[in-house]
């Protein structure tokens, strides 16, 4: 066997080694002379360093050691080229020389289980500052595949067996100027989440789940291909325009021109039918640019290429009404005056709809005592009423926010003695004369089929209705289908110039009701409506999708539940924007598959939209027009940044 020799010659060689005689007599000596032996630490600590800044410091510096190359037992410099250390890749920077390599000393590991995938990174001090958290990265395989993958965690470590906490060590650094650190004295590890592993396919990039495990010591470099990371984030590369991938608020940047990446939501149906028949949830707070981006986006989908096959084959144009509770979306009439040519020309490269929508009509609720100003657009403006005989088939319009489900079915039994007496002719005021009758309490009373109390319940909240909404003298909405579905056509429903909120309900949930209804039947009264794809915008959703007690409510939910989930078949999408999307009922909720959440500093709202937890904690965080988006059925979950400059008119 081989003699390794006496340990014990190589004590006295670590200059840290705490039993030292030398050391335990200087701090005797400096308790002696009424010092500590912290203190004279200090003092020749403080001397050391002077004497470095003189270029008088006894010991070599650690980087000239290096560069003197290996020595051996003797302490002769070894001169061979192939073990000198200046020969080796120690410090790549730049996107084509990697920012890393993988590391083992923590293990190495994929796993089905993402809690026991152990995949490590060692980042070289000429990388480590740009590099960030959520950036995305590639790993090759020998055989030229990709492990594509992005940065979950990022920390110092010690790279030398020292204690940093000391006294020495802190006066050491506050001295220093706040530039001054020697990177090369830490390790700085990055943890990697793998998304999925790329390779080729008969020359097209595909990917697939990640399954083996990268080499060690394989270099770790930036994701900067653009056909890489859309395939690696399943990205399509034609659809719906969204925004800009970013990470941490920066777009990522790609050697490709234009070098963003555009983020598009899948339009066809090579994959399933288009998503947006599969429903979108807009979020953000107040501040938070949801409006600007919504317009945005609406205004891709009136894109004169944009049109979807019906089932009878005919490719025809989406129509978008959009009910407006802030009288914003009549501007998308409208040119954006503050996008200049070069903006225009960028968002044409890229394949994005802009400029205002001519085909634009402000659909006007008329009501008794309001009146619409409709001074901040230029689209025409057309007013409609709500006849009352469109209560005989949505009794809950006029049932209030509180009626029971036994003063709802004497609310269906008043209704239709009503219709049957006066016919679709009859009106709200006569409703109410016919209500006002005591001979039919009374008659149904003794016959048992509406308790006298449960009559008086009934007739005092249909007496709540806000007057004025029903039979005024406008076009009833039931004749204006071709003025409220248009192919390629915008119709907006303001209510901002409405004088309740029971009104504005009113009339989101008729017109709403009216297009539902149409589509979804097999005998629709609009064979107009019926036969074009419509995308259903509902701003401040929350307010009109509820979940409540009341049956009112429940009818509401009951409808647009309905809605959404025949939605892909019929080519009606639901549009859903909200501030307060914890707010909307569960049913409906359900149904949504693309989220796009903006800043919310509600953690309830956080909660409920039931995003990815990394993004989750980025939301609250988020500068105007960033969002997160998650959509399981177009992409894995990223992060955008939205268009600076809104594709049409917005704001005063």
């Given at each position: 066997?081989?003699?390794?020799?006496d340990?014990?010659?190589?004590?006295g060689?670590?200059?840290?080694?705490?039993?030292?005689?030398?050391?335990?007599?200087?701090?005797?000596?400096?308790?002696?002379?009424?010092?500590?032996?912290?203190?004279?630490?200090?003092?020749?600590?403080?001397?050391?360093?002077?004497?470095?800044?003189d270029?008088?410091?006894?010991?070599?510096?650690?980087?000239?050691?290096?560069?003197?190359?290996?020595?051996?037992?003797?302490?002769?410099?070894d001169?061979?080229?192939?073990?000198?250390?200046?020969?080796?890749?120690?410090?790549?920077?730049?996107?084509?020389?990697?920012?890393?390599?993988?590391?083992?000393?923590?293990?190495?590991?994929?796993?089905?289980?993402?809690?026991?995938t152990?995949?490590?990174?060692?980042?070289?001090?000429?990388?480590?500052?740009?590099?960030?958290?959520g950036?995305?990265?590639?790993?090759?395989?020998?055989?030229?595949e990709?492990?594509?993958?992005?940065?979950?965690?990022?920390?110092?470590?010690?790279?030398?067996?020292?204690?940093?906490?000391?006294?020495?060590?802190?006066?050491?650094?506050?001295?220093?100027?706040?530039?001054?650190?020697?990177?090369?004295?830490?390790?700085?590890?990055?943890?990697?989440?793998?998304?999925?592993?790329?390779?080729?396919?008969?020359?097209?990039?595909?990917?697939?789940?990640?399954?083996?495990?990268?080499?060690?010591?394989?270099?770790?470099?930036?994701?900067?291909?653009?056909?890489q990371?859309?395939?690696?984030?399943?990205?399509?590369?034609?659809?719906?325009?969204?925004?800009?991938?970013?990470?941490?608020?920066?777009?990522?940047?790609?050697?490709?021109?234009?070098?963003?990446?555009?983020?598009?939501?899948?339009?066809?149906?090579?994959?399933?039918?288009?998503?947006?028949?599969?429903?979108?949830?807009?979020?953000?707070?107040?501040?938070?640019?949801?409006?600007?981006?919504?317009?945005?986006?609406?205004?891709?989908?009136?894109?004169?290429?944009?049109?979807?096959?019906?089932?009878?084959?005919?490719?025809?144009?989406?129509?978008?009404v959009?009910?407006?509770?802030?009288?914003?979306?009549?501007?998308?009439?409208?040119?954006?005056?503050?996008?200049?040519?070069?903006?225009?020309?960028?968002?044409?490269?890229?394949?994005?709809?802009?400029?205002?929508?001519?085909?634009?009509?402000?659909?006007?609720?008329?009501?008794a005592?309001?009146?619409?100003?409709?001074?901040?657009?230029?689209?025409?403006?057309?007013?409609?009423?709500?006849?009352f005989?469109?209560?005989?088939?949505?009794?809950?319009?006029?049932?209030?926010?509180?009626?029971?489900?036994?003063?709802?079915?004497?609310?269906?039994?008043?209704?239709?003695?009503?219709?049957?007496?006066?016919?679709?002719?009859?009106?709200?005021?006569?409703?109410?004369?016919?209500?006002?009758?005591?001979?039919?309490?009374?008659?149904?009373?003794?016959?048992g089929?509406?308790h006298?109390?449960?009559?008086?319940?009934?007739?005092?909240?249909?007496?709540?209705?806000?007057?004025?909404?029903?039979?005024?003298?406008?076009?009833?909405?039931?004749?204006?289908?071709?003025?409220l579905?248009?192919?390629?056509?915008?119709?907006?429903?303001?209510?901002?110039?409405l004088?309740?909120?029971?009104?504005?309900?009113?009339?989101?949930?008729?017109?709403?009701?009216l297009?539902?209804?149409?589509?979804?039947?097999?005998?629709?009264?609009?064979?107009?409506?019926?036969?074009?794809?419509?995308?259903?915008?509902?701003?401040?959703?929350?307010?009109f999708?509820?979940?409540?007690?009341?049956?009112?409510?429940?009818?509401?939910?009951q409808?647009?539940?309905?809605?959404?989930?025949?939605?892909?078949?019929?080519?009606?999408?639901?549009?859903?924007?909200?501030?307060?999307?914890?707010?909307?009922?569960?049913?409906?909720?359900?149904?949504?598959?693309?989220?796009?959440?903006?800043?919310?500093?509600?953690?309830?709202?956080?909660?409920?939209?039931?995003?990815?937890?990394?993004?989750?904690?980025?939301?609250?965080?988020?500068?105007?027009g960033?969002?997160?988006?998650?959509?399981?059925?177009?992409?894995?979950?990223?992060?955008?940044?939205?268009?600076?400059t809104?594709?049409?008119?917005?704001?005063?």
């Open positions: 066997m081989t003699d390794l020799g340990f014990s010659d190589f004590a060689d670590d200059p840290d080694d705490s039993s030292d005689p030398s050391q335990e007599d200087r701090g005797a000596e400096a308790a002696g002379n009424g010092r500590s032996a912290e203190s004279e630490s200090v003092a020749e600590a403080e001397t050391a360093d002077a004497s470095a800044a270029g008088n410091d006894v010991e070599t510096d650690r980087g000239e050691r290096d560069d003197a190359g290996p020595t051996d037992s003797s302490g002769a410099t001169d061979a080229d192939d073990l000198r250390f200046d020969n080796y890749d120690a410090d790549p920077v730049g996107d084509e020389r990697g920012v890393g390599a993988i590391a083992v000393s923590q293990g190495l590991r994929v796993s089905e289980d993402p809690d026991r152990a995949l490590r990174a060692f980042v070289t001090a000429g990388n480590r500052e740009r590099v960030r958290l950036k995305y990265l590639v790993v090759p395989y020998p055989d030229d990709l492990l594509f993958c992005r940065i979950v965690g990022l920390e110092y470590a010690q790279e030398f067996q020292a204690d940093d906490a000391t006294e020495i060590h802190a006066r050491r650094a506050m001295r220093r100027p706040a530039d001054e650190f020697e990177e090369r004295d830490f390790k700085f590890m990055a943890e990697l989440e793998p998304i999925a592993v790329l390779f080729s396919d008969g020359g097209d990039l595909k990917r697939r789940m990640v399954d083996r495990v990268p080499k060690p010591q394989a270099t770790v470099g930036e994701a900067t291909d653009a056909t990371i859309k395939t690696g984030l399943k990205i399509p590369e034609a659809g719906v325009f969204l925004g800009h991938l970013s990470v941490g608020g920066e777009k990522v940047r790609t050697a490709a021109r234009p070098p963003t990446i555009d983020y598009r939501l899948n339009d066809d149906y090579t994959d399933g039918d288009p998503l947006v028949f599969r429903h979108t949830l807009v979020a953000g707070g107040t501040g938070s640019g949801k409006t600007h981006a919504s317009k945005n986006i609406l205004r891709q989908y009136l894109s004169a290429e944009r049109s979807y096959e019906m089932d009878d084959g005919r490719e025809v144009q989406t129509a978008v959009q009910f407006d509770p802030q009288d914003e979306y009549a501007q998308m009439h409208d040119d954006n005056p503050d996008m200049d040519a070069e903006t225009a020309r960028r968002y044409e490269r890229e394949g994005v709809a802009h400029g205002g929508h001519e085909n634009t009509v402000a659909l006007v609720p008329k009501m005592g309001s009146s619409y100003p409709g001074a901040n657009h230029r689209a025409e403006q057309l007013e409609f009423t709500i006849p005989s469109m209560v005989r088939d949505l009794p809950w319009l006029v049932a209030g926010s509180s009626l029971n489900d036994n003063q709802y079915q004497a609310l269906t039994e008043l209704l239709n003695r009503f219709f049957g007496d006066y016919g679709d002719s009859g009106t709200y005021k006569q409703f109410l004369r016919f209500l006002d009758d005591p001979a039919l309490k009374e008659e149904l009373d003794e016959s089929r509406v006298e109390a449960t009559f008086d319940a009934v007739k005092r909240r249909v007496r709540g209705v806000p007057s004025g909404v029903f039979d005024q003298d406008a076009r009833s909405i039931t004749e204006l289908d071709h003025q579905v248009r192919p390629g056509g915008l119709t907006v429903v303001p209510t901002y110039h004088s309740s909120s029971r009104a504005k309900e009113l009339f989101v949930l008729a017109v709403s009701a297009l539902i209804d149409d589509k979804l039947s097999n005998d629709p009264s609009s064979d107009r409506i019926k036969e074009t794809p419509v995308v259903l915008g509902m701003d401040e959703a929350h307010n999708l509820t979940d409540a007690d009341s049956v009112q409510a429940r009818k509401v939910i409808k647009f539940t309905e809605a959404a989930k025949q939605g892909r078949k019929e080519r009606l999408g639901l549009f859903l924007i909200t501030q307060d999307p914890q707010d909307i009922a569960d049913p409906v909720f359900k149904q949504v598959n693309t989220k796009i959440v903006l800043n919310l500093g509600d953690e309830d709202a956080i909660k409920s939209v039931n995003i990815p937890p990394n993004l989750e904690d980025k939301v609250p965080y988020m500068e105007k960033q969002m997160v988006v998650y959509s399981p059925d177009n992409s894995e979950p990223v992060e955008l940044t939205g268009l600076s809104c594709v049409t008119r917005h704001g005063d």
